[in-house]
Every structure is written in C-alpha cells, then in structure tokens.
C-alpha cells in the first residue's frame, strides 16, 4: 500500500512512499487532519482481515500500523473515515477520528463503528492583501485601489508573528504585489512589512531610480501611509524606524494588528510613500547610506534618489 500526494496540479506517486507491506491490503480510506497536518490511514488485511489503522504525524514518517478492530476472528471490509468536531456551542475543543466498516461472521454483514481521540481541533484561515506604493497620495492616505492610481510591490518582505510577538512564518509578494498566510486558527496576530526590502533594485519607486543609485545616493526609503482597514502614517510610532529591526526579529513598526475569528481575512493592504516626513530626528549618516525612516535627511534623500519631480508632505504629530 502507498501514499499519493498532490502537487497542486495532479495527483501523482512522486515522491511514493510505502506505508504497509503486509501480504495484501484493501479499501484504503484516507484522513488528513488539516489543523496539525496529521494523517490517518485506514485498510484492510485481506490475510487476517482485521482493520488496521496507519498513523503519520506532521512532518515526521508513517508509524507501524495497529489494529483498529479484529476480536472478531471475521472478515472485515470497506473502512471509511472522518474527523468530528466538539457540536457547536458546546465550548469542547476535543476531535475525534472516527471509522466504520462492514463485519461478515458468515451469517449476518453487521456495521461496526469506532473512535480515536485526537485532541484539540478546529479550523484555520487565512490572511492575504496587498502592498502598494500610494503614487497619488496627496496629504490624505487612502486604501490600495486596484491599480489605479497606486502600484503593487512586488519582492517585499512581510513577516507574521503572535500578538505576543513571536515569529509564525514570512512570505514574499508576488508580481501583483499580493501575500497569503495560511492555515491559522482564529486568534490575533501581526502582520509586518519589512520596510527595508521597499525602494531597493528589486522593488524600485513607481517614478524609477536617478542614475547616482546607490554610488552617490542610498536606495529611497519610503513610509508607512496605510495599514489594512486605515491610515497609519508613520507605522506605529512615527519615531521608531522599522529597518532597525531585523529579518524575523519582531514586527518592528511597520505592522498592523489584525485578529482572525471564524472567516478569512483578505484586503490586509499596506501602502507606503516616499514623500512623507513623521518625525524630527535626523543622524549623521553619509550620503550614500540611509537615514532615519521618516525623518527630513531621508526625505532629502529620497528626492535625490527617485527620479522626477518630488514633493514633502510634513505630518508630525503635535505640530
């Protein structure tokens, strides 16, 4: 008996794996447990025909099989399986891995049922949306609209912790400037845009880049304007730069909170300029290295790093 995956495209025996090599097997049924990434196998041994049940943990190798019913001495046939849930409102979290099978004691065909506890289950979502480059933003953020007016970013970094800032996993936008994390139960979370990966050769301003990038003048480096469902010019806190915090080392300032409750959650949009000044600060970093993040030396230096004509828009708060 052998495990066949699908590759997103069609299913296949690559890579193949040998789960059971008992004289003969039958009537494989299959469970995927998509919250843990478990799977349970259920057959028959057609030698002694007891019911076996294979058990594969997530990310580890199929486990010898054991017997999930043959007190009988009968032939048993047609396992299926299912996973249940705790019934709705009863506040359990508790899951079951449940099979029934046909029972021949050469008179009668009874039906069998049994269970296995599995522990603690649910279902996952996910959260998706786009960063952009607000390219008509004047004086007033507003949400990515489709291409418009902004531009999608693609080659960005945006990273994804805990509310309690513990790193989950990270992800890279597409051509259309698109993320997506997957498989999250409900609960709340921060998703960051690594500002670092914004402005560089890869991710370049929508205006283009002047020649004396990045010899003379250091990539551009753009700020926060929108995050998700609202503006949040500066990130959040128009003082704190997000590139002093390193790759997967927190969600820096650049983030957004966002909470998971029963539903997916999409349009999670980040949009960035290069126009803004946030803070007072300033440093004595050379020409050719980037500034503070929102600060008048870095927008200085954005103007002599994006091509064309460029404007400031001072929003510091207080002032």
């Known amino acids: 008996m052998q495990e066949w995956r699908c590759d997103d495209i069609s299913w296949g025996v690559d890579p193949e794996v040998t789960v059971d090599v008992e004289a003969d097997q039958e009537s494989p049924s299959l469970f995927y447990d998509r919250t843990s990434g478990d799977m349970y196998l259920f057959s028959v041994d057609t030698g002694t025909h007891d019911v076996e049940r294979h058990y594969k943990p997530s990310g580890g190798s199929w486990q010898s099989g054991v017997i999930a019913d043959g007190a009988e001495g009968t032939e048993h046939s047609y396992p299926i399986s299912q996973m249940h849930g705790p019934p ?21 065909y009874d039906l069998h049922v049994g269970n296995l506890t599995i522990g603690a289950c649910g279902f996952t979502y996910l959260i998706s949306g786009t960063v952009f480059e607000d390219t008509d933003f004047a004086g007033i953020a507003t949400n990515w609209d489709g291409g418009t007016g902004d531009t999608a970013l693609p080659y960005v970094d945006v990273e994804l912790y805990t509310n309690v800032d513990a790193y989950i996993s990270s992800s890279t936008t597409d051509a ?16 960051r845009v690594r500002s670092a990966t914004l402005g560089d050769a890869d991710t370049p301003p929508t205006a283009g880049l002047n020649a004396t990038v990045s010899t003379t003048w250091p990539y551009p480096l753009p700020e926060m304007i929108w995050a998700h469902t609202a503006a949040l010019i500066g990130g959040q806190d128009p003082a704190i730069d997000d590139t002093a915090t390193a790759d997967n080392a927190g969600p ?68």
């Open 252 to 319: 820096g300032d650049t983030y957004v909170v966002v909470a998971v409750s029963g539903a997916d959650v999409t349009g999670a949009n980040f949009g960035f300029g290069y126009e803004l000044i946030v803070n007072e600060d300033d440093d004595a970093n050379a020409d050719n290295i980037r500034s503070k993040q929102g600060s008048f030396r870095q927008f200085i230096k954005n103007s002599n790093a994006v091509a064309g004509v460029n404007r400031s828009w001072f929003q510091i708060p207080g002032l």
């Open 176 to 191: 259309s400037g698109s993320f997506t994390f997957t498989g999250l139960p409900d609960g709340t979370y921060k998703v």
């Open 88 to 108: 709705a409102g009863s506040g359990g979290s508790g899951c079951q891995v449940v099979w029934a099978h046909r029972v021949v004691n050469g008179v009668n």
